[in-house]
């Protein structure tokens, strides 16, 4: 009964529907929630960099963005760290001649670069150095986030953007359902599954090119793509045996390999783990409500994670360990994290905005997230800052995807 609740969950995801069917709470404990302040941040100012021209006020625009959003940086006319220099015309671009500079250390950022595009890319380039020398941690500016606009029923196209909200671009103009997208590994080609053909499969996208590939187009249902990390096998759910179950499908040679076998459950929106040896994925097998589990990719031995709450779905595991997750409380859905070695009785809340959120993805900074909140996408920080809106764009937009790198 409940089985087929999740089946038609996993059909109405072709169609843009939400979430799981709303289902009483069975004994749910309360989740712990984040409630600090946040990190400490050094003071940055950029009052002592220049710019010559459009161009290199659009570089400046950029880098101011993506140290705002890092989480380490807050911006001033004065800071203990200092961007000095000039960012000059050149051509269609900029050459810029710069140096930051903090107590007892500092760098020189010398480039040209061509075009907005480039332009673009150095900014992010910049700020993730400043990330990496200065605080000695991961950046993520030069990411980017791949999701979905539904403008109806059946009508969808993917869209990508920067990791700091600028650079919107449409990928698809096929105004048929489509969703879950997921990048790859090497961060240029996006797997995700569309009824282009009047029914559902999964395609692999390459924006660069705009080229595109059937790699599951069986009977039934196609749909949950996912990218080992080491770019050799693709998880997805699929129901040509007449069950939707949780398989591999080995990039190189087709091979099909199984991974659960419930016939009175179904799976969705698996996820690989760091090392490549796990999955999670959520089901509602035995519990007759989504919940979701991890199985050993090697022995195929399936665990439970989660207990608590109405619903737990949308896994997404960072590269440090932790499992983001969607769990529905109170009517409405919350970004939680875990460690899928304790399960979730390690489960902390992540404030968000009012209303429902769903489908996180981390950065690749493993401490943000990006997730939709009704129709709007939010970026999220594990450390306790608040959301930020990724960007004032009217649409429907949903099921982001954060790249790697």
Same mark, same amino acid.
């Given at each position: 009964?409940?089985?087929?609740?999740?089946?038609?969950?996993?059909?109405?995801? #072709?169609?843009?529907?939400?979430?799981?069917?709303?289902?009483?709470?069975?004994?749910?404990?309360?989740?712990?929630?984040?409630?600090?302040?946040?990190?400490?941040?050094?003071?940055?100012?950029?009052?002592?960099?220049?710019?010559?021209?459009?161009?290199?006020?659009?570089?400046?625009?950029?880098?101011?963005?993506?140290?705002?959003?890092?989480?380490?940086?807050?911006?001033?006319?004065?800071?203990?760290?200092?961007?000095?220099?000039?960012?000059?015309?050149?051509?269609?671009?900029?050459? &810029?001649?710069?140096?930051?500079?903090?107590?007892?250390?500092?760098?020189?950022?010398?480039?040209?670069?061509?075009?907005?595009?480039?332009?673009?890319?150095?900014?992010?380039?910049?700020?993730?150095? #400043?990330?990496?020398?200065?605080?000695?941690?991961?950046?993520?500016?030069?990411?980017?986030?791949?999701?979905?606009?539904?403008?109806?029923?059946?009508? @969808?196209?993917? *869209?990508?953007?920067?990791?700091?909200?600028?650079?919107?671009?449409?990928?698809?103009? +096929?105004?048929?359902?489509?969703?879950?997208?997921?990048?790859?590994? /090497?961060?240029?080609?996006?797997?995700?599954?569309?009824?282009?053909?009047?029914?559902?499969?999964?395609?692999?996208?390459?924006?660069?090119?705009?080229?595109?590939?059937?790699?599951?187009?069986? !009977?039934?249902?196609?749909?949950?793509?996912?990218?080992?990390?080491?770019?050799?096998?693709?998880?997805?759910?699929?129901? *040509?045996?007449? /069950?939707?179950?949780?398989?591999?499908?080995?990039?190189?040679?087709?091979?099909?390999?199984?991974?659960?076998?419930?016939?009175?459950? &179904?799976? @969705?929106?698996?996820?690989?783990?760091? +090392?490549?040896?796990?999955?999670?994925?959520?089901?509602?097998?035995?519990?007759?409500?989504?919940?979701?589990?991890?199985?050993?990719?090697?022995?195929?031995?399936?665990?439970?994670?989660?207990?608590?709450?109405?619903?737990?779905?949308?896994?997404?595991?960072?590269?440090?360990?932790?499992?983001?997750?969607?769990?529905?409380?109170?009517?409405? *859905?919350?970004?939680?994290? #875990?460690?899928?070695?304790?399960?979730?009785?390690?489960?902390?809340?992540?404030?968000?905005?009012?209303?429902?959120?769903?489908?996180?993805?981390?950065?690749? +900074?493993?401490?943000?997230?990006?997730?939709?909140?009704?129709?709007?996408? *939010? #970026?999220?920080?594990?450390?306790?800052?608040? @959301?930020?809106?990724?960007?004032?764009?009217?649409?429907?937009?949903?099921? !982001?995807?954060?790249?790697?790198?």
């Amino acid at each position: 009964m409940y089985r087929v609740t999740l089946t038609v969950f996993l059909l109405g995801l #072709m169609c843009g529907w939400g979430g799981f069917s709303p289902l009483s709470a069975q004994g749910a404990a309360p989740l712990i929630s984040i409630v600090k302040e946040g990190t400490d941040k050094a003071s940055v100012s950029l009052a002592g960099l220049t710019a010559a021209g459009p161009n290199g006020r659009y570089f400046i625009q950029t880098l101011t963005r993506d140290l705002q959003v890092s989480g380490w940086f807050k911006l001033g006319q004065t800071g203990s760290i200092q961007v000095r220099g000039q960012i000059g015309e050149a051509g269609s671009g900029i050459q &810029s001649r710069c140096e930051v500079s903090w107590p007892g250390k500092r760098f020189a950022w010398n480039r040209v670069s061509a075009g907005e595009r480039e332009i673009r890319m150095q900014a992010h380039q910049l700020a993730d150095e #400043m990330v990496r020398l200065i605080v000695g941690e991961t950046g993520f500016a030069q990411s980017k986030i791949v999701f979905v606009n539904r403008r109806g029923k059946n009508n @969808a196209d993917l *869209y990508q953007c920067d990791a700091n909200g600028m650079a919107l671009v449409q990928l698809t103009r +096929d105004n048929v359902a489509a969703v879950g997208p997921r990048w790859a590994p /090497n961060g240029k080609d996006i797997y995700y599954t569309s009824f282009l053909r009047n029914y559902p499969a999964i395609y692999r996208l390459s924006p660069s090119t705009g080229t595109r590939k059937a790699l599951a187009p069986f !009977p039934g249902l196609n749909t949950g793509g996912a990218v080992s990390p080491d770019g050799s096998s693709l998880a997805l759910i699929l129901s *040509y045996q007449g /069950n939707a179950e949780l398989y591999i499908l080995k990039l190189a040679s087709g091979t099909l390999v199984r991974l659960t076998n419930t016939p009175q459950g &179904s799976e @969705a929106s698996p996820c690989w783990s760091p +090392d490549g040896r796990s999955i999670a994925y959520v089901s509602d097998v035995g519990s007759r409500k989504p919940q979701i589990y991890v199985v050993d990719v090697a022995t195929r031995q399936s665990r439970r994670l989660t207990t608590t709450g109405e619903e737990n779905v949308n896994p997404d595991w960072s590269k440090k360990g932790l499992i983001a997750y969607a769990t529905k409380r109170g009517g409405a *859905y919350q970004i939680a994290t #875990m460690d899928p070695r304790v399960g979730d009785r390690s489960s902390r809340l992540v404030a968000g905005p009012r209303g429902s959120c769903e489908h996180p993805s981390w950065a690749p +900074d493993s401490r943000h997230i990006v997730c939709s909140c009704g129709s709007a996408l *939010y #970026m999220l920080d594990t450390e306790g800052d608040p @959301a930020i809106l990724l960007f004032n764009t009217p649409g429907n937009w949903m099921s !982001p995807d954060w790249s790697d790198r």
